[in-house]
């Protein structure tokens, strides 16, 4: 049987990451090793992402984080079979950093270059962790990102719905915002949701009135405005407890819509798929634990297998990259050195 390892970048966000994923024939894939540097200080201060600032960063910390991926694997450049690296989708200048960065490598040593969908890398990540068959239901939730998808192959995708507005990791960033929590809001929102109430503030479930799978999470900000205004009105600010009670509001509001989502995601899955799918779910806000049981309890229900990677598995990674590469690869994909570097790269 064939080994494949392959050295994976990630620049297309916030995140530097650089890994090696190594498989032998059609077994469980490894990580060898999965850095990751993130950029939160750097952004701090601005209340949100700089693109400038996050692209300089990557440029700056590329070259170190590959070096520490390869330490770490206890490989060299001469032991990889390809190097794999984000194309896009994100901020076009962090992209433009690890594809530059990728090239010079490929270059100097002649191997292989692999352009990865960063939603594939998400998408394929629940095969590198769990073995999962195609096709699958896959329920991709990030800070940009919102889709349910049918995984049929490493670049085959069906798109059944996502969101018309926000994801809802931005929903959870701004509702950070509009209560003084620290970014990114998923982790301090799901913190204070956990001490608070979440029947005091009713939310809207936008969407469920419609049949399909489309999701709208803008009007829960507009909501959380307006809730927030008029208690800190009639007591002269908010308390601790208001705000986890305004916290725990809103989760359950994600929480609701996307366990309500999911289930009708299925039924139109099997309109045209004879067997309940696994479910997999991937990005940074599936490291919810609410999120995560609601689905968890909806798939129980319909009797579908789900299936979660492990947190720093779900949240941007080079694993994944690295491991979306080797299945392209493996498939007879490779890119020159014209692959580009595209902002905007739908599935
Ligand atoms: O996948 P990711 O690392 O980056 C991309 O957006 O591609 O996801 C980051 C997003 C952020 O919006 C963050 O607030 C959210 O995932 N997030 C969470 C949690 N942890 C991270 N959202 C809800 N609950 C969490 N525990
Ligand atoms: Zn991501």
């Given at each position: 049987?064939?080994?494949?390892?392959?050295?994976?970048?990630?620049?297309?966000?916030?995140?530097?990451?650089?890994?090696?994923?190594?498989?032998?024939?059609?077994?469980?894939?490894?990580?060898?090793?999965?850095?990751?540097?993130?950029?939160?200080?750097?952004?701090?201060?601005?209340?949100?992402?700089?693109?400038?600032?996050?692209?300089?960063?990557?440029?700056?910390?590329?070259?170190?984080?590959?070096?520490?991926?390869?330490?770490?694997?206890?490989?060299?450049l001469s032991d990889l079979d390809a190097i794999a690296v984000t194309a896009g989708p994100g901020l076009i200048g962090g992209v433009l950093s690890g594809v530059m960065c990728a090239k010079g490598i490929s270059a100097a040593t002649g191997l292989p270059l692999v352009g990865v969908n960063h939603l594939a890398g998400h998408a394929l990540t629940p095969r590198l962790t769990d073995a999962i068959a195609y096709p699958y239901l896959m329920l991709l939730v990030s800070g940009?990102?919102?889709?349910?998808?049918?995984?049929?192959?490493?670049?085959?995708?069906?798109?059944?719905?996502?969101?018309?507005?926000?994801?809802p990791g931005e929903a959870f960033d701004k509702t950070a915002r509009l209560l003084g929590l620290p970014q990114p809001g998923g982790p301090s929102v799901q913190a204070e949701a956990e001490i608070g109430d979440p029947k005091r503030f009713r939310f809207p479930r936008p969407m469920l009135d419609r049949p399909d799978c489309n999701l709208s999470f803008s009007g829960l900000k507009t909501a959380l405005m307006r809730m927030r205004d008029q208690v800190a009105a009639e007591k002269n600010g908010l308390t601790r407890q208001d705000r986890a009670d305004l916290c725990a509001g809103f989760q359950a509001a994600v929480v609701d819509v996307l366990t309500e989502k999911t289930r009708r995601a299925i039924r139109l899955y099997l309109e045209e798929n004879p067997a309940t799918p696994t479910v997999a779910v991937a990005g940074g806000v599936a490291a919810n634990t609410a999120i995560r049981s609601g689905l968890e309890t909806v798939c129980s229900e319909l009797g579908a297998a789900f299936t979660a990677p492990p947190l720093h598995l779900c949240t941007d990674n080079a694993a994944m990259i690295a491991y979306a590469g080797l299945e392209r690869f493996k498939a007879g994909a490779c890119d020159g050195m014209d692959l580009t570097a595209r902002p905007r790269w739908p599935l």
């Open positions: 049987t064939q080994t494949l390892t392959i050295l994976g970048l990630e620049s297309s966000c916030d995140d530097t990451a650089a890994a090696v994923v190594q498989q032998n024939g059609d077994s469980l894939p490894k990580v060898l090793s999965s850095i990751v540097f993130g950029q939160n200080e750097l952004h701090s201060a601005y209340g949100g992402i700089v693109p400038e600032i996050a692209a300089r960063a990557h440029a700056e910390k590329l070259d170190v984080c590959v070096r520490e991926a390869l330490d770490q694997s206890g490989l060299t940009g990102h919102c889709q349910y998808l049918i995984a049929r192959g490493p670049e085959d995708f069906t798109r059944l719905g996502g969101t018309i507005d926000d994801a």
